[in-house]
Every structure is written in C-alpha cells, then in structure tokens.
C-alpha cells in the first residue's frame, strides 16, 4: 500500500518494509516481537540465569487487507509466536514448557499521510514473561536516542552490555520515556510515536534497533518496608492476564526530532480532533474557525490550563523542550484584563504590560516552563 510520501510492504514474517519516497529511504523488517522469560517484579527487571528469547522473525504470518480504499488502506498480519508458559521457575532458569501467542498486527496508512499507524492485539494467557517490539533503524552512526520526558525531550547515549567499565548491565538497559523515542543519523531520522508504553531500548547493534516494551508480566511481589516485601501467589495483577491492544505510529523524517517537531506530532496523535454532534441553538459563530486560545508556535508545547488554587482567574503553562529559545504569541478568545507571570506555585512574579487586548507575545528561553495567569475581561460573543 503507498500513498504520495509512504509505501508499504507486508514480509512473510509478519514484519514490514517502509519506504518514504520523498527520503528515498527504506526501513526494512520494521516491527518483530521477542519474547523472553522474566523472574522480577514490580520494581526489577529480571531475567533467569538460563533462559530462551523468543522472536517472531522465524515465524510464517497469515496476512491480509482491509479497508483498501482511496482514503485509508490497512494491512494485517497474524503469527504465532513461541513463548514460555510459566517463565521463570526460581531465578536462574525457565522451566522449559513452551507455548503460543498469537499476535495480531494492523498497519494503517492514510491518504496524505507523513506516518503509518500500527496497532497490536493479544490475548495474554500466561505468567512471567517480557514481550517487546522491535524496529531495526539501519542508523549505524546515530550516537543518541531522544525521548519524550517531563518538560523536555531526554537525549541519552548508547551503552553496549557488559563487562567494560563503560557498559550497562543488560535488565538495566531499559529506559523511560513519553509519547515518542526518535533516533537520527544527522540527515535522517525515525520517530515512534505512542500513546501509552512507557519504556524503551536503542540495541548498540549495527542495526541501531529500536525496542518498546510491550508487557512485562511479573509476579506479585510488595516492598513493605527496606530491603524487605512479600510474595502473594494466588494475587495475578502484575501477570496483566488480559486481552491487551496497543497503538503507535511510525514517521521517518528529515533532520533531527526537532526538525520535524517529532513531539508536536506525538502530542497531537495523543489528543485526537474530537467530533461532536449538537443541536441547533441560537448565536452566532464565525465561519472559519473559533478557539479559546491558540499558541502560534508549534515548537512550544501545551502542558496545562487550568483555575488558579487560591484566585478566580485562570492559568496557562507552557513550557520550550528544544536547544533554542522561542517566541510565541498567544491569543484568547476573550479581552485580557490583566496578565502575569507566576512561578510553579503559581506566586505572581511580574505583570505582562507588553500586550494587545487579546493577545501577548512570550519569549520562553530553552528548556524552560513558563506559567501565566490571565484574568479574562466579560465574556464575548464569537
């Protein structure tokens, strides 16, 4: 499938290969699962001593098409993919007993559109295991990762697994991570976009593989005081025995993340356009288009607006992740009366004089949060 930036192609395996036609670029083998057994808990990543991982690259798909239309294609595979069913027996090996997982991927994209979607469906029916998804990148001289954080785009290195001085230990090689992980070359990058996983690997590996974590089914072990917890077998919340649907999306770029503003995308395919149908009422709206505010600076982000604690006025908190500092104008539906600056625990620090009747200009120097508290005159009429 292919529209005028992207094409397509499902594997046998079940994984598939992306072209963008404007990069003249292809990821190839794009989204195998591996599987292994886990031995931790909530808080450690553990693998047994002896253990298997398991990977879908070896597997045969059964794959077909839905919704191909001029507007939106879909491509779905289906494998069944070789795991362990109880995982880790005691802490230094698995007990050997295999069965199967059948996974279901759905690979969507849209006429106009810069990324495919993807969307992951199983049936998890079995304890301790860790299961992630793998996307190799080809980006043999990328040197980072960056990955959406609090307040800011987190740039970390790659470590390579022990026993060097410099190296990591392998269950601590994942990180956290919000929204999106990007890597780049320099002239190239790819931006994986999500709306709930939480952690992340880059493989010091030719392929610079990128992994997100899927499900790290653990037992239920509480911590109840230091150094000391309790084990409660016959509870199976950490096991996340369920079915389980996930979505990302997949978007290859020119440049760096903040190049193709990789987190304005990752913010916008968290918080849909959403429809709503009304009835018919009285007044009056313009014909183009009518917000509360607007922020005319895509590379400053959206963090909150919301009343202030102890005053009827309300506050708005933006913050810059990028290395450079911004300006950004801001435009309310309504007259300001007045406006100020304020600091986290939302004292005013300075009032905003430098203003129109609805509208302000803000400077946010780089990786800064900035707070304002506006009092709004009497409602308008749009």
């Not at 939106?72 to 698995?94: C, H, Q, R």
């Not at 295999?98 to 199983?122: M, Y």
């Not at 609090?150 to 956290?176: C, E, I, Y």
């Not at 183009?288 to 708005?316: H, M, P, W, Y």
């Amino acid at each position: 499938m292919e529209n005028e930036f992207l094409s397509v192609k499902m594997n046998p395996n079940g994984t598939f290969d992306l072209t963008d036609k404007v990069l003249n670029r292809t990821f190839a083998g794009l989204n195998y699962y591996e599987d292994r057994a886990e031995a931790g808990n909530y808080w450690i990543n553990k693998r047994p001593m002896y253990h298997e991982t398991h990977s879908s690259q070896g597997c045969a798909s059964k794959t077909w098409s839905t919704d191909a239309g001029p507007l939106v294609t879909t491509l779905v595979s289906e494998i069944n993919l070789a795991m362990p069913e109880t995982g880790g027996n005691g802490n230094y090996k698995d007990d050997g007993r295999r069965r199967e997982l059948l996974i279901r991927t759905s690979v969507t994209l849209k006429a106009g559109q810069r990324h495919v979607d993807v969307n992951v469906q199983f049936d998890n029916k079995y304890e301790n295991h860790y299961l992630r998804v793998m996307f190799p990148t080809g980006m043999k001289s990328a040197v980072c990762a960056n990955a959406g954080g609090h307040f800011n785009v987190d740039q970390r290195g790659f470590k390579s697994q022990g026993p060097t001085r410099d190296a990591t230990w392998p269950d601590m090689a994942t990180l956290p991570h919000n929204n999106f992980v990007d890597i780049d070359d320099g002239e190239i990058g790819i931006g994986f976009i999500n709306d709930g996983l939480t952690e992340y690997e880059v493989l010091d590996n030719d392929e610079r593989t990128v992994s997100l974590s899927l499900l790290r089914s653990v037992k239920n072990w509480i911590c109840t005081e230091t150094r000391v917890g309790s084990s409660f077998p016959s509870q199976k919340g950490g096991q996340a025995i369920r079915f389980h649907s996930f979505n990302y999306a997949i978007r290859p770029h020119r440049g760096t993340w903040q190049d193709d503003k990789i987190d304005f995308e990752a913010e916008k395919f968290n918080v849909p356009n959403r429809l709503v149908q009304t009835r018919r009422k009285e007044g009056v709206l313009s014909g183009d288009r009518v917000s509360l505010f607007s922020i005319q600076n895509t590379a400053v982000r959206f963090s909150a607006l919301k009343k202030c604690e102890d005053r009827g006025t309300f506050l708005l908190r933006l913050y810059n992740p990028t290395d450079h500092n911004q300006k950004c104008v801001i435009q309310f539906l309504n007259p300001i009366s007045r406006a100020w600056l304020t600091n986290l625990n939302e004292d005013r620090v300075e009032e905003i004089v430098d203003r129109e009747s609805n509208k302000m200009s803000i400077d946010i120097n780089f990786k800064k949060i900035v707070s304002i508290e506006v009092e709004v005159a009497e409602c308008a009429t749009p």
